[in-house]
């Protein structure tokens, strides 16, 4: 077992070619902050990004960042925040619920787990911001795609095929990422004391109106005292985030108000209050219990989330709670069994949408997909492809099986 | 054709059209299938009209099933198979081959389905960019991105093409607005991507699919995300002195922390050829001419409008106007939104280019595009889209003199050079098609286009679907999997283990 710690595109290069012509699996690592994700791993080397790292080129006024894929996402952040700019969709940091330590994580781990946070939906997932790639394929073949500017559509868009492929295709040495300015200000209002049905309802209301909401979650009973060290009390919590210019935030948190003003009794919250609680949403900190019970990431049409849930109550003790206006549902399987093909039979009878069992026992991992089993010809296709990046099989060989 | 080499006919095609346009009758029964010259003739070109070829036969599906025998009829008698839209491309994506069956989707034209609590609607392929809109605005929701041609434009043909706007900076690209597709292979297998949720499981298809301009799959149905429409929208008209100061205005609004609507800048000839069209008030004393639109509450509008006229006057703009009413604000659009047309008028012939630059380049490119501009000896006028760096020279010609065509092709190529050069790239939203096809080597080297085509492989190994387009030479899907290791001897025998 060698572990191989480039510092250069080049060496990566290199790396990769050598172990392509020994047809030696490699496991991609950055700081290792989501290896608990997927199929078990159980490669002869390993590949650290970790010191593969810089900012290469950071041009506010262009709304561009380039990094090295190995570069820290907490550094980049803090160089953005000081430019009063940031990665605008929010990725998650999946260190806590792992069982890892917080703000761990390198830049090419957002590109190659496509994370994003409760800004999804207004503002997207990595996949969304990306603008170009480099990367060493399975053959060790350097290739590049993209671009640094915002606007392009000059050839396969192969940056957004890195998005969700968890190091499976290729390493990436370089990515490219469009910026954006950070709100002025963020207010959060609550709705307390709603049932999961008249949450989506409100949530519903709330994203159809032109208020701009950013975010919209619903935390049920006993969940909510779970974030921002309780702050919120335990009674359930239908949250509303609202971000902007001072004005206007205000304006569209009082327009809300108004919409809102019969659905249950409303609170506002403001400033660090708001971001902390909006933290621990992002990083399903509910569940960051220290333990290996199951965790599903379910993603659903928005208004069909709470309906499977309660289906699947019936039927296995779970504890939910909702991000994207229910279109994010986490799950935690109280009594240890993932019921995968309970869950996934329950989601193709409710409109669709797939899960992914983000957090399990290695043994639950090793013997159940991780993620959504795919129709036949799109798995067919989806195998093709991971062929025509990487024909040996090298790049974390069946982590995505 | 002006030296555009496309791949040859094949003769065992041509000889059997009879039998094929035959079996095509029997696939799409009644008026589906077209083949006499006359009528095909409207199919001959899209919106790059340089170009004109008739098709082998024309084929217009109407249901799922049809677009799936058709192709997999083709792809098992090795045909090639051209897809079209509304035909509005300006790169060529659907210009039609001599042995190709150009498969034309504009009869797939309902909405399948409208949700306003989740935001979504679910189209067929065929259905206007427009249609969209127009089908949710009475509830006050709308489909965001707007590429100029939004009134004929087909929803599918935006995904094949990616398409932009002139709202795409706040709003995204038609990438950031689809949720999912349906489409069907060269093979006919029928293929589901994303739906009506948010993020897809396994590998985004759907990422690579939307902007592959037709080369890897047919897509046969479209859910997209609509939004509430802003409760207002105000612009500004700012004229400066240079480009440079324009440019800098344009930073410094972003750095502000302002993403505006939209934001468009035009050059001198543009805003003379557009003033004498339209009357738009626009002032000709400027080199550089900024609409800058903020859309939300109103509040936050004004807000806004009065911190970019801060920034305005501090780069030295010497015209600001501000909309006052809804009349204003169409009438500073009303020069922009005519510019095309307007300098139709001013030169028998023009070309539109779409090259996209770091926007601090912006002089360097504008001057660099005046030499061009003496050495071929032809005018040329910019718009651009300020926010995300996308210009559109638009170069002036005369068709009926002979070799100006040519004269014009060889000035855009040099233009989209230089925006490769500076940073930038070969097309922000016109696609390569045909027309940038041979440009591809500036942007990627050979590595990067043989990843491009292995991707082909994946989705139609034979390539049979809109061949000609996107690549400047179409390798063999065996040749490109072969890998290059030497005789079992290691390239790094000796890898050090750093």
């Excluded at chain 1, 490669?43 to 561009?64: M, N, Q």
């Excluded at chain 1, 500017?149 to 295709?169: E, F, H, I, Q, R």
């Excluded at chain 2, 599918?156 to 038609?174: I, R």
């Excluded at chain 2, 660099?368 to 300020?386: I, K, Q």
Aim: net charge negative.
């Amino acid at each position: 077992m060698t572990s191989f710690t480039p510092t250069t595109s080049d060496e990566v290069l290199s790396t990769v070619a050598w172990a392509a012509a020994e047809e030696s699996p490699l496991e991609i690592l950055g700081h290792g902050s989501k290896r608990g994700i997927g199929r078990p791993q159980q490669c002869e080397h390993t590949l650290d990004l970790s010191k593969l790292t810089g900012v290469t080129l950071y041009e506010p006024a262009e709304l561009v960042l380039s990094a090295k894929a190995g570069t820290p996402l907490a550094d980049i952040e803090t160089l953005l925040a000081e430019n009063a700019q940031q990665l605008a969709f929010e990725p998650m940091d999946y260190g806590p619920l792992l069982g890892g330590e917080p703000g761990k994580g390198t830049i090419g781990g957002v590109l190659a787990a496509n994370l994003s946070g409760p800004r999804r939906l207004k503002a997207g997932a990595a996949r969304d911001h990306i603008l170009g790639i480099n990367a060493v394929s399975g053959r060790g073949e350097a290739f590049k795609s993209g671009g640094r500017v915002v606007k392009n559509v000059t050839g396969y868009d192969l940056s957004k095929l890195m998005a969700n492929s968890w190091g499976t295709l290729a390493a990436f040495t370089d990515v490219t990422f469009k910026v954006l300015p950070a709100a002025e200000t963020e207010v959060t209002l609550a709705v307390r004391g709603l049932l999961d049905d008249a949450a989506a309802a409100a949530m519903a209301l709330a994203l159809g109106s032109s208020a701009e909401v950013s975010s919209a979650a619903h935390l049920p009973e006993r969940i909510a005292a779970r974030v921002a060290g309780g702050t919120l009390g335990s009674e359930a919590a239908t949250l509303l985030r609202v971000e902007g210019f001072g004005p206007s935030v205000a304006y569209r948190i009082a327009a809300l108000k108004t919409l809102l003003g019969k659905a249950g009794p409303l609170e506002e919250i403001s400033g660090e209050a708001s971001r902390l609680i909006w933290r621990d949403v992002r990083d399903c900190r509910p569940f960051a219990d220290g333990t290996e019970k199951p965790v599903w990431r379910v993603s659903k049409t928005p208004g069909e989330g709470h309906q499977m849930v309660l289906t699947l109550r019936m039927q296995a003790a779970v504890s939910a709670f909702y991000d994207w206006q229910g279109g994010l549902v986490w799950l935690r399987m109280e009594e240890g069994d993932p019921e995968a093909a309970l869950l996934r039979g329950l989601l193709r009878k409710h409109g669709g949408g797939h899960a992914t069992l983000v957090r399990a026992a290695p043994s639950h991992r090793a013997a159940l997909p991780v993620f959504e089993p795919q129709a036949p010809a799109l798995a067919a296709l989806s195998a093709r492809l991971k062929q025509e990046f990487d024909p040996r099989n090298i790049l974390n060989p069946g982590r995505m099986a | 054709m002006s030296g555009l080499a496309m791949p040859k006919p094949d003769d065992a095609t041509m000889r059997r059209r009879d039998e094929i346009v035959a079996d095509m009758r029997i696939i799409v029964p009644g008026e589906g299938v077209v083949d006499a010259a006359n009528s095909m003739r409207a199919f001959e070109s899209d919106g790059l009209t340089a170009y004109r070829q008739l098709p082998l036969v024309v084929v217009l599906p109407q249901t799922v099933a049809q677009v799936s025998r058709v192709l997999k009829y083709c792809n098992d008698r090795n045909i090639r198979v051209v897809p079209r839209g509304s035909g509005t491309s300006l790169s060529g994506g659907s210009l039609p081959l001599e042995d190709a069956v150009l498969l034309v989707m504009s009869r797939f034209n309902r909405i399948l389905a409208i949700d306003f609590s989740n935001r979504v609607v679910v189209a067929q392929p065929g259905v206007t960019n427009l249609g969209i809109t127009t089908a949710v605005e009475q509830e006050g929701f709308y489909y965001a991105p707007d590429p100029s041609s939004q009134i004929a434009c087909s929803i599918g043909g935006n995904v094949a093409e990616n398409s932009g706007g002139v709202h795409c900076l706040k709003y995204g690209l038609t990438a950031n607005n689809v949720l999912g597709i349906e489409m069907v292979l060269m093979n006919g297998e029928v293929v589901r991507l994303g739906g009506s949720h948010l993020d897809a499981e396994g590998y985004d298809l759907l990422g690579v699919m939307t902007g592959s301009e037709g080369l890897l799959g047919v897509v046969t149905e479209v859910t997209v995300r609509i939004l509430k429409k802003p409760e207002t929208a105000r612009a500004l008209l700012i004229g400066f002195p240079t480009s440079e100061q324009g440019g800098q205005c344009v930073a410094d609004i972003i750095g502000a922390g302002i993403i505006p609507g939209g934001m468009e800048m035009m050059d001198r000839p543009a805003i003379h050829a557009a003033e004498d069209f339209v009357h738009a008030g626009y002032p000709l004393d400027v080199e550089a001419l900024l609409i800058v639109e903020l859309d939300g509450p109103s509040v936050e509008v004004d807000h806004l409008i009065t911190a970019v006229e801060a920034i305005a006057i501090r780069n030295g703009s010497t015209t600001c106007r501000i909309s006052q009413s809804e009349q204003e604000r169409l009438s500073f659009w009303a020069g922009r939104k005519a510019a095309f047309p307007a300098v139709g008028r001013i030169s028998p012939d023009y070309y539109c280019m779409d090259g996209t630059i770091p926007r601090k380049e912006l002089p360097r490119v504008l001057a660099g595009m005046r030499e061009l501009s003496e050495t071929y000896g032809l005018g040329v006028a910019n718009v651009f889209h300020a926010g995300d760096g996308n210009l559109h020279p638009l170069i002036l010609y005369d068709a009926n003199v002979p070799g100006e065509l040519d004269k014009a092709e060889s000035f855009g190529a040099d233009i989209l050079r230089l925006c490769v050069k500076v940073g930038g790239v070969l097309t922000g939203e016109h696609g390569v098609g045909v027309e940038k096809r041979d440009l591809m080597p500036e942007m990627f080297n050979q590595i990067d286009l043989d990843q491009q085509m292995r991707v082909k492989c994946a989705f139609d190994p034979n390539h049979l679907l809109n061949p000609g387009k996107v690549f400047p030479q179409l390798r063999r899907c065996a040749e490109l999997g072969r890998m290059h290791i030497s005789g079992g001897k290691l390239p790094y025998p000796d890898i050090p283990r750093f």
